[in-house]
Nanobody, 115 residues
Framework: QVQLVESGGGLVQAGGSLRLSCAAS????????MDWHRQAPDKAREFVAR???????AYTNSVKGRFTISVDNAKNTVYLQMNSLKPEDSAVYYC?????????WGQGTQVTVSS
């Protein structure tokens, strides 16, 4: 069983920045990949960013150049640095870990960007 705890969400003005953290209960280095997803009200959950075990990253087009995913293996924590935030980035952000073919989710952290 893997436990994930997100933090770092909050209210920010458009153009501002936030850094989300996802602390994992085990060694991140054994995970196949870790992702960030988000879900806005009345919308489906969508993929935002991924980092694989070998450090390869991927982003959805709408956040490329603004968001950066990174990992601190010593702290078993994955980060999502979000810059130049827009109101349409407002959502609950979820961390997901894939290990041994199984996916585990965190409880989510709210990000609200005011215009």
């Amino acid at each position: 069983q893997v436990q994930l705890v997100e933090s770092g969400g909050g209210l920010v003005q458009a153009g501002g920045s936030l850094r989300l953290s996802c602390a994992a209960s085990g060694r991140i280095s054994r995970f196949t990949n870790m992702d960030w997803h988000r879900q806005a009200p009345d919308k489906a959950r969508e993929f935002v960013a991924r980092i694989t075990a070998d450090g390869t990253t991927a982003y959805t087009n709408s956040v490329k150049g603004r968001f950066t995913i990174s990992v601190d293996n010593a702290k078993n924590t994955v980060y999502l640095q979000m810059n130049s935030l827009k109101p349409e980035d407002s959502a609950v952000y979820y961390c997901r870990a894939v290990v041994n073919g199984r996916a585990f989710w965190g409880q989510g952290t709210q990000v609200t960007v005011s215009s």
